[in-house]
């Protein structure tokens, strides 16, 4: 295992240096990044100095460096976790058989395709936020945007390195592809419909972060199973990162929350709008909006794609390893909801073909530990409101439940309920308009706008009023 080479123009610790062919690749798809970042990237920030963290290294203590970079000078490198001696594949038709160091010839269309998939959402996510900046709520939380959007870059990177090394000239063009879909974008969108909708607020933003990102967790968590293991290595090292994106999502809507909370105090009031605020009634419904558009990223409850990938060893379960069955599946099953009739009722699947809903359930329980959290600061505050996930079926578009209405409680309705009640459930254009309307850039160090709380502490031991973005040079 090379340690990382910090000298050469592309940071890594692949030993790239000894293979020319493909560092000259990579040197060539560097530029190209490079102008989609300033294209795509953070709007208005290019030039200013920005408190970062930097993978320096991929051991415990020392992947993480502080320091100000400038966004397009940050050191976006190519990194894998340490191998691990002897790893086995540990599901499917290959179980028990050492990992593959190659792809395997027979799978290569289908893990492409995986891998693909995992890296289009990266340049995504940093394309919906590119206008983000202008309206930051604070230094403190412009900075962490930016440190998720650097990280997402650093993603693309890692998909990119995989197409590159291991995929040939068809991993070549799709490396280029990457670089030329953009979200939302009518001829050439996004792959995943969740990367396509706009980010327009910092509300969206947290939301986004919490739901849509964490089901990127748990696609990573499960593509890390896989047999190929140059695939887990860097999967498992891009989690890490995942971490604080997760983070960043769930403090920032806390911190809304305990904001609103405080103002219905002191007010004594639930329409905390006029103070400032956002109210619990338009939190639930962004909440309503965000998860049900990231429950449809896991796929269909049923899926042939999803018992292949696991089969054929390329895409495991989340946790496989810690899990205590035969890991093949062939006679299991998994009990699902779906929708029957008017009913929504349980079904023992087959396990193979159900695995989405798998992963969807891990996901789901991880959404409901956040949400619970947020409870808490609503209840420490005496306030008797509760925030929920709604229903799994709610607002679908894919699967069983996107051919019918459910409500937020899992009833099936009538078209003409849905229509009388779709204002009560999702975001209508009159809260994202106030929403918009508090969206006003607070930039002094240690000043927050009035509808979001401060965090309970700085970046890296730092106080809350340290200039995580030097705003001093401005770019013209
Ligand atoms: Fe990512
Ligand atoms: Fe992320």
Redesign the pocket.
Same mark, same amino acid.
């Given at each position: 295992m090379a340690g990382v080479d910090y000298l050469e123009r592309i940071p890594n610790n692949v030993n790239l240096r000894d293979d020319r062919r493909l560092l000259r690749a990579l040197e060539e798809w560097q530029p190209r990044f490079l102008d989609w970042w300033k294209e795509m990237g953070p709007e208005g920030f290019q030039a200013n100095e920005v408190y970062l963290r930097t993978a320096v290294s991929v051991d415990r203590d020392g992947w993480a460096q502080f320091g100000y970079v400038k966004m397009p000078e940050y050191r976006w490198g190519i990194f894998l976790a340490e191998p691990e001696a002897d790893r086995r594949i540990a599901f499917g038709d290959h179980l028990g058989k050492p990992a593959w160091p190659e792809v395997p010839g027979e799978y290569r269309g289908v893990l492409r395709r995986l891998i693909v998939t995992q890296g289009d959402t $990266?340049p995504a996510s940093v394309e919906q936020q590119r206008h983000l900046g202008r309206t930051c709520p604070s230094l403190y939380d412009l900075r962490n945007l930016f440190q998720v959007n650097v $990280? $997402?870059g650093r993603?693309l990177w890692a998909m990119v390195y995989l197409l590159h090394a291991y995929f040939g000239r068809d991993g070549r063009e799709e490396a280029e592809a990457l670089l030329q879909r953009r979200s939302g974008d009518g001829d050439k969108p996004r792959i995943l419909g969740a990367f396509n909708e706009r980010t327009p607020d910092w509300l969206s933003f947290f939301m986004f972060c919490f739901f849509t990102d964490r089901d990127?967790k748990y696609q990573l968590a499960s593509l890390q199973e896989s047999g190929f293991d140059p695939l887990s290595r860097t999967c498992r090292f891009?989690l890490t990162e $995942?971490a604080h994106h997760m983070f960043v999502g769930e403090m920032g809507v806390g911190r809304i929350v305990q904001k609103t909370c405080e103002l219905m105090r002191q007010h004594r009031t639930d329409d905390v709008r006029r103070h400032g605020g956002i109210d619990l009634a338009t939190v639930q419904r962004y909440i309503n909006f965000h998860y049900s558009v990231s429950l449809d990223l896991f796929g269909s409850e049923v899926s042939t794609n999803a018992a292949n990938a696991f089969t054929m060893g390329l895409k495991g379960r989340f946790e496989e390893t810690k899990k205590d069955d035969d890991h093949r599946l062939v006679d299991a099953t998994y009990p699902a909801l779906c929708l029957e009739g008017d009913r929504v009722v349980t079904r023992e699947l087959p396990a193979l073909t159900a695995l989405n809903e798998r992963l969807r359930d891990d996901y789901i329980a991880d959404c409901q530990r956040g949400v619970d959290r947020w409870n808490r600061t609503i209840k420490e505050q005496g306030i008797d409101v509760e925030l929920r996930l709604p229903h799994r079926g709610f607002h679908r578009a894919i699967g069983s439940f996107g051919e019918a209405r459910i409500s937020p409680d899992g009833r099936v309705i009538t078209e003409a309920e849905w229509d009388a009640r779709r204002r009560e459930w999702l975001p209508t254009p009159e809260d994202a308009q106030f929403v918009a309307t508090l969206m006003r850039p607070a930039v002094e160090p240690g000043r927050f706008a009035g509808w979001i709380a401060p965090p309970a502490r700085g970046i890296n031991g730092l106080p809350l009023d340290h200039e995580y973005v030097r705003l001093t040079r401005k770019e013209t």
């Open positions: $990266e $990280e $997402e993603h990127g891009m $995942e």
